[in-house]
């Protein structure tokens, strides 16, 4: 049990992240200091929200390339309807928000579900189609600072416990979605989906279903994080996120959630995102130039995809042997 634990890949990407802040501390010790890791966290907050949702997704043997237009989206939509009614309460703008991801993501579900179209091609369509939709109701345009509400701006900002409150909804996140896959009848029907979906519908499970609540999931998510991004930044325009669906699926990969659906966890979404996190934040610390974080981004991907293939070459979480045998 023991030796399964300190060999398993989330305790192994704990190490090398935390060889990684220890070699970054032997030149600039401040990195780690706790301010500034608590500092590092919050900025991977909302790659740490996207990274579930598509964790829940890609276990379901699906992907959602959406989940940055779906922010960029969900994120204009609110900022307008701040700046048309600054004193609506921030929890009306982020029901909206949610709600509004939610939408989103239920399209998604239902053309991969009903229509039985590649998760790849819709999603690749929507996020063209939600960006599109971002330059026709802005115009163009871009909704600034000092156009919004102070409280619109303030409430991912705002201190509790010492972390600020988009820190906290990170951590809220991985511990509900913590029990929602292993506690929870979905949760079971997902890996047992993107693990066998045959053995899967000989057990009852309806896959297509799982995989329209997956996508459900990563767009309520994605709303969500639309919503803190843009009061975090205090900004929204076309090509917000541009490019940000690539770290969600890379802190995914790395993580140890297998493309090939089935295998993964929250904690391995989560310290996938921190990986990547700790690089992106350290690369300026440590002078080596911001556009050698997508290599070394890329790289890290090939080396967990690796690693993964080998991993799986054992059998992964078994929920529907029986059912497979007995079939």
């Given at each position: 049990m023991f030796r399964r634990l300190i060999t398993s890949r989330e305790a192994l990407l704990l190490a090398a992240i935390t060889l990684l802040l220890g070699l970054i501390s032997l030149r600039f010790p401040s990195f780690v200091a706790p301010a500034n890791l608590a500092s590092v966290f919050n900025d991977t907050s909302p790659l740490i929200l996207l990274a579930i949702g598509q964790m829940i997704v890609i276990?379901?043997?699906?992907?959602?390339?959406?989940?940055?237009?779906?922010?960029?989206?969900?994120?204009?939509?609110v900022a307008m309807i701040n700046v048309a009614f600054p004193n609506l309460p921030i929890a009306f703008i982020l029901v909206i928000a949610v709600m509004l991801g939610t939408l989103m993501g239920m399209v998604n579900g239902l053309l991969v579900w009903k229509l039985d179209i590649p998760p790849i091609v819709v999603t690749l369509g929507t996020m063209t189609i939600f960006r599109g939709i971002i330059f026709l109701i802005s115009d163009g345009k871009w909704v600034n600072s000092h156009e919004m509400s102070p409280a619109f701006k303030a409430f991912p900002r705002a201190a509790l416990l010492g972390l600020p409150v988009l820190s906290w909804i990170a951590i809220f996140a991985v511990l509900v979605f913590t029990v929602v896959m292993t506690r929870t009848t979905f949760g079971r029907a997902a890996y047992a989906a993107g693990g066998n979906s045959h053995a899967a519908t000989y057990a009852g499970i309806n896959v297509g279903r799982t995989q329209f609540y997956a996508f459900t999931l990563s767009?309520?998510?994605?709303?969500?994080?639309?919503?803190?991004?843009?009061?975090?930044?205090?900004v929204a325009y076309v090509d917000i996120a541009g490019g940000f669906e690539l770290d969600v699926v890379a802190a995914c990969v790395i993580g140890g959630v297998a493309i090939t659906g089935g295998i993964g966890t929250v904690g391995g979404a989560l310290l996938g995102a921190l990986f990547l996190g700790v690089i992106k934040n350290a690369l300026p610390v440590v002078n080596i130039s911001p556009f050698w974080q997508l290599a070394?981004?890329?790289?890290?991907?090939?080396?967990?995809?690796?690693?993964?293939?080998?991993?799986?070459?054992?059998?992964?979480?078994i929920i529907l042997k029986s059912a497979e045998q007995a079939a």
């Open positions: 276990l379901t043997k699906c992907i959602d390339l959406s989940v940055a237009a779906n922010l960029a989206l969900t994120g204009m939509v767009g309520a998510l994605a709303g969500l994080t639309g919503y803190l991004w843009v009061s975090r930044y205090a070394i981004s890329g790289a890290a991907i090939i080396i967990a995809v690796t690693l993964n293939a080998r991993a799986n070459r054992r059998k992964g979480r």
